[in-house]
Structures are given as C-alpha cells and as structure tokens.
C-alpha cells in the first residue's frame, strides 16, 4: 500500500455546491507528485481568492477536477494510505462528491488525519491548523493555502511523526483520536460511551452536520443505528 499526502483548494467550504480548484498528491515512498488545476465550472469567490489567489480567470483553461480523476486513480494506486490535514472532515468529502459526479466508484483507501495525529504527538499544542505547525516546526508561511506547499509542508511535518512507525500503525493513531469527541461536555470521551441521546440533539440542533463535521457525522450514524 502507498503512502500518498495530499491537499485541495476549492471554490468554499460546501463539498455539494463547491468544487476543487487545485489538487497536489505526493507519493511518500516515491516522492513523485502529481498536481494540477481545475476548472470549477462556477465563479469563485472573492473569499477563496483572498485566500488562495486562484481567480476563474488563471484556471478557466484548465479540465474538472472529475475530467483528471483517472490520471490520480492511476498515480494513487490501489488501497493507498491517504494522509491529509483535516482531511476527514474536508478533502474527503470533497473527492467523495467529485467521484460520484464522476459516476465513478469511490477508491478504496484508508484515511490519515494530520490534525488527529497532532492530537496524538503534540497533545500539549493550543492550535492544530496547518500554520500553526508549521511555526512550531520553523517552517516558512510563505504561500500557505496552495494545495502544493501545504503538501509539501504536510510531508516534512507528516514524516517528523512517522519516523519510528509503519504507515498501518500511523493509520491506527489517527483513527483513535478520531473515535474521541474532541469538543463540547463529553470532549475526551470515546464515541461509544457517550450517551446516543447528547448526539441526537447535537445533529437535531445542528451542532454536528454532515456538511461540517463529515467524518464524525458518519461516525455517529453507524453508532445510533447499532
């Protein structure tokens, strides 16, 4: 199984209305990269220029993301691994609704969140986005929120962690942290012992939304429906 980093830029925040604007996948073991922009087909905000830079008129001549989605099928390979920061409540949501755009079937993979092995190697840090890593491992700022610096910034950081472990041992660290509620009266708790009812309200009330909380969304489905 390869071990592949990877980032999105997007036109916003909504994986069903928004849509990817670059991409960067890099091959850990190979350290080959495969990144490239996309066409949204709708107008970019001027948010996620502020943000990014990327305006419709440097990409309008560029393919979908979904018309480049064989070309990373064949980079990623079969079973990768799939590191990314906050990727399990973003990027994946993302790719899960470029594919099925796409009608093409989902890739199998197992997901590595750098924001829940931030939880596990820095439990002590009072900031977990990528910036904040970078100033705490001295890495220059400089072009953050392009899909290829944050992956190239993410391989360095992701690789200080990975040092003394196997990439099925990482995947196993990230996945503990992600079975614990990291916020609100039972943060600190495993999923499976707070009580059905507190997550009844919080997604009746919109606390937890499938749009903003895609992983631990589909994490409590599966536990009150058991």
């Not at 073991?29 to 905000?45: E, G, K, M, Q, R």
């Not at 079973?79 to 470029?98: C, I, T």
């Not at 755009?101 to 590595?112: E, H, W």
Request: charged share 20%; aromatic share 16%.
């Amino acid at each position: 199984m390869s071990l592949i980093l990877f980032d999105f830029e997007t036109t916003g925040l909504d994986p069903v209305t928004d849509r990817i604007t670059q991409f960067c996948f890099i091959n850990n073991d190979t350290n080959t990269v495969l990144s490239n922009y996309c066409n949204p087909t709708i107008p970019i905000p001027n948010k996620a220029i502020e943000l990014n830079g990327i305006t419709n008129l440097d990409i309008e001549k560029y393919p979908t993301f979904e018309e480049q989605i064989d070309d990373i099928i064949e980079f990623i390979g079969k079973n990768p691994y799939l590191v990314g920061h906050n990727s399990s409540n973003f990027d994946l949501a993302f790719l899960e609704n470029a594919f099925s755009r796409a009608c093409i079937p989902l890739i199998n993979f197992k997901s590595i969140d750098t924001i829940s092995l931030s939880r596990y190697f820095l439990p002590e840090i009072p900031q977990r986005n990528l910036n904040y890593l970078r100033n705490y491992y001295k890495i220059d700022t400089k072009n953050a929120h392009l899909a290829t610096k944050d992956v190239f910034d993410l391989q360095l950081i992701y690789n200080i962690w990975s040092e003394n472990y196997t990439s099925e041992q990482m995947f196993q660290f990230s996945e503990k942290m992600l079975s614990i509620m990291n916020f609100g009266k039972y943060k600190g708790i495993s999923l499976k012992e707070i009580p059905k009812s507190y997550f009844y309200f919080m997604i009746q009330n919109d606390y937890i939304t499938e749009y903003k909380n895609f992983d631990l969304y589909k994490r409590l489905k599966l536990i009150m429906t058991r």
